[in-house]
């Protein structure tokens, strides 16, 4: 089972805001990885860190944390916006990598 | 321009071994520590294993210690998973994927990954 908590699915209207959680022990000390994952393709990181978006990535996408939650936000959601999303951070211990269950997002 | 290809997926039947590399091109390969990542059909991400820069630090997922070995060849840029003993449930699509690690580990992120390479284990 993963030690990161994500609802398996999410949904928001066209043009509105969603806001996409994951919890779990190790945010509290680890900053959660974000990335988008398009059927057949790689998963593409979209925020890392405090709230830090790799070049090419639209600022829609935000990201923040608090105690043992991090979460996903997209300001205006667009119907490329609509797959599947996964949380990641170092597991308690430090030593190993543990991925969220993963976050279906529909845009209406 | 960072370039990760993997190779080597095939399908095998239980029990059998399967070596996965993944080709390195557009980065100092020997600076960065190297993970391979795995996804079950229709199923989210799993973290398998890591090594560091001189492959002197391995890391690995229970559920296949003792059954795969992480290894890389700097001076050919490759990756390496040598998978033994594999089972119905190591059927997945394998990405190799490139670490950033930060002082202290707080904002350590997978930054590149590979198009990935499908392992099927049936008979």
């Known amino acids: 089972s993963s030690e990161l908590t994500q609802d398996p699915a999410v949904s928001v209207a066209l043009g509105q805001t969603v806001t996409i959680t994951c919890q779990g022990d190790?945010?509290?000390?680890?900053?959660a990885s974000w990335f988008q994952q398009k059927p057949g393709q790689a998963p593409v990181l979209v925020i890392y860190?405090?709230?830090n978006r790799p070049s090419g990535i639209p600022d829609r996408f935000s990201g923040s944390s608090s105690g043992n939650t991090a979460s996903l936000t997209i300001t205006g959601a667009q119907a490329e916006d609509e797959t599947d999303y996964y949380c990641?951070?170092?597991?308690?211990?430090?030593?190993?990598?543990?991925f969220g269950g993963g976050t279906k997002l529909t845009v209406l | 321009e960072v370039q990760l290809v993997e190779s080597g997926g095939d399908l095998v039947q239980p029990g059998g071994s399967l070596r996965l590399s993944c080709a390195a091109s557009?980065?100092?390969?020997?600076?960065?520590?190297m993970s391979w990542v795995r996804q079950a059909p229709g199923k989210g991400l799993e973290w398998v294993a890591n090594?560091?820069?001189?492959?002197?630090?391995?890391y690995y997922v229970d559920s296949v210690k003792g059954r795969f070995t992480i290894s890389r060849d700097n001076a050919k840029n490759s990756l390496y998973l040598q998978m033994n003993s594999l089972r119905a449930e190591d059927t997945a699509v394998y990405y190799c994927?490139?670490?950033?690690?930060?002082?202290?580990?707080?904002?350590?992120?997978?930054?590149?990954w590979g198009q990935g390479t499908l392992v099927t284990v049936s008979s």
């Open positions: 994927a490139k670490e950033i690690r930060t002082f202290g580990g707080v904002i350590d992120r997978f930054d590149y």
């Open positions: 190790s945010l509290r000390k680890y900053y």
């Open positions: 557009g980065f100092t390969f020997s600076t960065y520590w």
């Open positions: 990641n951070s170092r597991d308690r211990s430090g030593n190993y990598w543990v």
């Open positions: 860190g405090k709230n």
């Open positions: 090594i560091n820069q001189d492959g002197s630090e391995k």
